[in-house]
């Protein structure tokens, strides 16, 4: 019995973060729409992973740090 409503919050929490994910805004704001707190939120998109972020978000959101050149004075400076 445990394992079905395991299962049956799995489905709702999967359901509720593919909402998010298709109609965007902040976390806070669509945990409030949803009556569920922000902890609950991370806690389930954490255990349920990001597979279910579209290829393009995944792309858009993640940054890479590059090494930048800065001029200080007449020296160049590699900036980390």
């Known amino acids: 019995m445990a394992r079905r409503r395991c299962g049956s919050l799995e489905h709702v929490w999967r359901e509720r973060l593919r909402r998010y994910h298709r109609d965007g805004g902040t976390v806070v704001r669509f945990c409030q729409q949803e009556g569920v707190s ?6 389930w998109r954490r255990r ?3 597979a279910l ?3 393009a978000r995944r792309r ?3 940054c890479r740090w590059r090494p930048a050149w ?3 004075g007449s020296t160049w400076a590699r900036g980390s």
């Open 60 to 62: 858009r959101c993640s």
């Open 53 to 55: 972020l579209p290829v």
């Open 70 to 72: 800065v001029i200080c």
């Open 48 to 50: 349920l992973g990001l």
């Open 38 to 43: 922000v902890a609950s939120f991370y806690a």
